[in-house]
């Protein structure tokens, strides 16, 4: 039996745990779209960020993201503030009506998470962990996994 590819079987294991994260939210009615909900996780994680800088976390045009900032606004889940430091700044701030939703996605990608875990045998949860912990401080160490995960808006505990 030829052994498998570890990058390969990496990838697909991604691609399948964004497929269960997925899932949890899509059988859900939310009232934002995915990209929405990135940009909410992305203003929950980074308080002091502006139009511009949600615009280069994205890779959108500012306009662009100013006009998604417009819709999430007039639906009451960010705010935009006066950055206290220069008052010419605008801040975009997640509302808390947005942080509740954030918390409530959480919740059901945890549980779609835990549902799948619940299937493994025990010690194919043991392996697993201590292989995610050590990716993760390999990962840290290369200063790749920063990047990683706010290029895929990855921020949902």
Do not use: K, W, Y
Not at 16 to 41: E, F, I, W
Not at 96 to 120: F, G, N, Y
């Amino acid at each position: 039996m030829e052994r498998p590819d570890l990058t390969a079987a990496i990838d697909a294991a991604a691609e399948t745990l964004v497929g269960v994260l997925d899932s949890a939210v899509s059988r859900h009615r939310l009232s934002v779209s995915p990209t929405q909900l990135r940009v909410l996780s992305l203003l929950s994680l980074r308080p002091e960020i502006n139009v511009n800088g949600l615009a280069a976390l994205l890779d959108v045009v500012p306009s662009s993201a100013s006009r998604l900032c417009d819709r999430l606004e007039a639906i009451g889940l960010v705010r935009r503030t006066a950055d206290p430091r220069d008052r010419r700044e605008v801040r975009l701030v997640p509302t808390a009506a947005a942080e509740v939703l954030l918390a409530e996605v959480r919740s059901r990608r945890h549980d779609a998470v835990r549902a799948v875990l619940d299937r493994m045998p025990a010690r194919g949860r043991q392996d697993l962990l201590g292989a995610l912990v050590a990716f993760g401080q390999a990962a840290t160490i290369s200063g790749t996994a920063s990047a990683a995960a706010q290029s895929a808006g990855m921020h949902f505990d």
